[in-house]
């Protein structure tokens, strides 16, 4: 399969979804050139060893590919899918170290389990969210990242902003409603089902 | 005391705000409200680690080169590129929607060229696709799925529609030079061909037709009535992908 680099892009999301679940390949490179990235961030996150998050990262969507029939949309975004694939080729490649460790060395302890902040569902649950944060209004995107990541307060993101202090409020409300559903849908269900694809292992 | 405010939750859980004596009093009777902070909180905890799953890199290019290795022994893709079933002898068709016919007569006698279509030696392979692009549905167009088009590297055309034309009615593809859309003599186009009643159909693009100029895909409806021009009904339309 050979895909040039001078794809028209297809910007409208649903019919981009749809050329996927169609079989299209390069909509598939789409996929790829987009979702890669997430993907490839659980796998170096979740997989001490880069030459195996290369091969997870590779298998999810070979896996996501011959099992896009099984996608379905209303049940969560393409990215959220995409997560919960690499999310159990990440688990299924640690357990089969860890196998593989006890067969041949029985002695030895299996001694460097993924670290908890780094668990495949906790990145998971962070791609999510900075996936929804990119997609928030520009306005709200601003205020919470200040909410966020300097640290301010409300009245302070006022001052910085100038936006009126009311503004302000609502603007944290809905972007964190927002990145609450997202996550309640995608992120912590990830290894519940719910973004499942029990047809691309 | 009733339940909190939506907003007042979201300060409480970014830490920002503490709970008086009556909301803690609440939030501690409370299940749904409990709940509710909970939720925001983990939110809050998980989007502020999120920093750098918010600049991401791409893979290497070995991880793609991987995927394609792996794809090119899979199974077909869903939708097959169907060669045309069998060769049609038509006239060559050379039209200008919204014309009178003897204009259109005139400009067909004028002596121009059919696209042909490809009748055989599809290959097997995929050949290299150069663009693909989405046809705008067009008012007078049904609702039936996403339309597309992609190029071929060797010059073919794939034109994919959600549906088959009604019965009666064909669909035929077109190629468009929208730059003469004010001229006296009509809009310039050539006629790729007839779906033939296939969602999927491919074409070939002559290589003396100008697609710096004929560079908009356009699909319309033709009555079966015999006549060549373009019906003046176009269904969906969009660029002719790679150029």
Wanted: charged share 25%.
């Amino acid at each position: 399969m050979a895909v040039s680099t001078t794809v028209v892009a297809v910007t409208d999301d649903e019919s981009f979804v749809a050329l996927f679940r169609a079989g299209d390949e390069v909509a598939l490179r789409q996929a790829y050139d987009r979702y890669g990235p997430a993907i490839y961030h659980l796998a170096t996150r979740s997989l001490a060893n880069e030459a195996d998050a290369e091969d997870v990262a590779q298998a999810t969507f070979v896996a996501a590919w011959l099992g896009r029939h099984t996608y379905e949309p209303e049940r969560g975004t393409l990215l959220g899918w995409l997560l919960g694939i690499a999310r159990r080729k990440v688990i299924d490649h640690i357990r089969s170290v860890a196998r593989d460790e006890k067969v041949t060395a029985s002695v030895r302890q299996v001694t460097d389990p993924v670290p908890v902040d780094h668990a495949p569902d906790r990145v998971v649950e962070r791609l999510v969210v900075a996936d929804e944060m990119a997609q928030l209004p520009s306005e709200q995107r601003r205020v919470l990242e200040l909410a966020f990541y300097d640290d301010l307060t409300h009245p302070q993101i006022a001052a910085v902003t100038g936006l009126p202090l009311g503004t302000v409020k609502s603007h944290l409300r809905r972007a964190m409603q927002r990145l609450r559903r997202r996550w309640e849908v995608e992120g912590v269900a990830s290894g519940t089902g719910a973004t499942g694809a029990p047809g691309a292992r | 005391m009733s339940h909190l405010e939506q907003e007042q939750l979201v300060l409480l859980a970014l830490g920002e705000a503490t709970a008086d004596d009556a909301e803690a009093a609440h939030v501690d009777a409370c299940a749904a409200c409990r709940a509710e902070l909970q939720a925001l909180r983990t939110v809050a905890t998980v989007g502020r680690e999120a920093t750098d799953a918010r600049h991401l890199t791409a893979p290497p290019d070995r991880v793609w080169d991987g995927i394609a290795a792996a794809l090119a022994s899979a199974p077909a893709p869903a939708v097959p590129l169907r060669p045309e079933p069998q060769r049609r002898a038509r006239r060559p068709r050379w039209l200008v929607p919204a014309l009178s016919a003897a204009a259109a007569a005139a400009v067909a006698v004028a002596g121009t060229i059919i696209a042909e279509r490809v009748t055989r030696d599809e290959p097997t392979a995929q050949p290299q696709v150069l663009g693909l692009a989405s046809l705008d549905r067009l008012p007078a167009a049904p609702e039936c799925g996403p339309t597309y088009a992609r190029t071929f590297i060797d010059g073919r055309l794939h034109v994919h529609l959600g549906c088959v034309a009604t019965p009666g009615e064909t669909f035929e593809v077109w190629l468009l030079d929208l730059s003469t859309a004010n001229d006296p003599d009509g809009l310039k186009m050539f006629t790729l061909g007839v779906m033939g009643g296939q969602t999927d159909q491919i074409f070939r693009l002559r290589s003396d037709i100008d697609l710096n100029r004929f560079k908009t895909v356009d699909v319309s409806a033709e009555p079966n009535d015999g006549r060549p021009a373009h019906s003046g009904k176009s269904l969906w339309r969009g660029p002719l992908p790679g150029r």
